[in-house]
Structure formats: structure tokens, C-alpha cells
């Protein structure tokens, strides 16, 4: 792993103010932080990003900080430590996240040594896949003889956006959006986007 892949840090927060604020510590700190301001945002963009140490706002709408994790794993990222932070914490809550594999949960407020200890303690636990899986080599083969276009439609249908949400922000059809996804499952092999994204995202990471 490089160097720059050990420093990275993505923050997932809904309220904007307190982003920033733990965007501009942490790069401040060292770390090559990136924000976002909702979990769907970040599903979107994980196919572009270097594994990394994820820090999410235990209480989002529409996708909870819990429920960020649970995603993560079915896509296959649950190799990427998770630190779950929020300002209502009580025991089964905590409980809940150390079971879905949350590296530490934070009370807000926490001091910054805090966070910046629990970063350095979770970016132990990154770790790439081995490349074993003949099915997984097989798909990830696949999967670059995608279109660019193609490949973006894929990673709005990875992160769970409609056809017709894609279509939106694509500024396309969902007609349009719909002739890809078709067009990548028959390039692909893959039965479904989940099941290719479970096989494809742990292989590219290491590229």
C-alpha cells in the first residue's frame, strides 16, 4: 500500500459546518481528506477513490451512518475501516455499530487528538483483497472493456440511483440509462449490478 493510500480519509456528514470543520482539521493534520455531504454522494463515488478511512455522522437522512456500512459491505468494501461518529450515542446504538465492523465510535464533541488517534489505529485494518476469486479476475477483466460512459452509469446503479435518477443527473433518457446497464450485464456476464460491483470493486482497488 502507498503512502498516499495510508494518509486517505473520507468524511460523510449531512450538516455542512460540521464537514467542513473535520475536512479543513484533518487536511491540516496530514490526511488527504474528502468530503461529502450524504452517504449517497459517497456510494457514488467509491469506484474513483483509494481505499481509504471512513468517517460517517451516525444520523443522515435516507441513509444512515449504520446503514453506510452495511452498503459498503454488500459492495464490497467492508475491508475499510469505519468510524462512526454522533452526538446522540447510547449503549445498543454502539453495540450495533462495533457488530456491523465500525472501527471505533466517537461522542461528538471529541477532541481532535481523538479522532486523529482512531484514524491512525483504523488505517491498520486497510487491507486489499487477494486476487484469487477466478470469477472476480474474470469480471474485473470484463469490466475494462467498459465504455467511460458505461462505467458511469455503473457506479450511479452501484450506488443504488434509479434509472431514472441516473437519467437526471447524466442528462439522459431513461430509456438512455436503461440500454446501458443492459449493455454492461451483457459485456459483464453479471447476472446484476450488485452481483458485479461484489465482484469488480475488491480488484480494482489494487490497480
Known amino acids: 500500500m502507498n503512502v498516499e493510500a495510508r494518509q486517505a480519509v473520507a468524511v460523510v456528514d449531512d450538516d455542512r459546518q460540521v464537514l467542513s470543520s473535520l475536512v479543513e482539521m484533518l487536511s491540516i493534520a496530514g490526511f488527504e481528506t474528502t468530503g461529502y455531504a450524504s452517504p449517497v454522494d459517497f456510494l457514488r463515488a467509491l469506484p474513483t477513490l483509494a481505499p481509504c478511512c471512513v468517517i460517517a455522522d451516525l444520523r443522515m437522512p435516507r441513509v444512515s451512518g449504520l446503514?453506510?456500512?452495511?452498503?459498503?459491505?454488500?459492495?464490497?468494501?467492508?475491508?475499510?475501516?469505519?468510524?462512526?461518529?454522533?452526538?446522540y450515542a447510547d449503549i445498543p446504538v454502539v453495540v450495533s455499530a462495533m457488530q456491523l465492523g465500525a472501527s471505533t465510535f466517537l461522542e461528538k464533541p471529541f477532541r481532535p487528538g481523538e479522532l486523529i488517534d482512531a484514524i491512525r489505529t483504523a488505517q491498520s485494518r486497510i487491507r486489499k483483497p487477494v486476487r484469487t476469486d477466478p470469477a472476480a479476475i474474470e469480471a474485473n477483466a470484463r469490466f475494462h472493456t467498459l465504455t467511460s460512459r458505461e462505467k458511469e452509469v455503473f457506479s450511479y446503479a452501484a450506488a443504488?440511483?434509479?434509472?431514472?435518477?441516473?437519467?437526471?443527473?447524466?442528462?439522459?433518457?431513461?430509456r438512455t440509462i436503461e440500454a446501458f446497464r443492459a449493455s454492461i450485464l451483457r459485456k459483464t456476464g453479471a447476472r446484476n449490478i450488485t452481483a458485479l460491483a461484489g465482484l469488480v470493486r475488491p480488484i480494482a482497488e489494487e490497480d
Open 160 to 174: 443504488g440511483k434509479s434509472s431514472k435518477a441516473a437519467a437526471v443527473e447524466m442528462g439522459l433518457s431513461p
Open 67 to 87: 446503514t453506510l456500512i452495511e452498503r459498503m459491505k454488500s459492495l464490497g468494501y467492508g475491508h475499510w475501516p469505519v468510524i462512526v461518529i454522533s452526538g
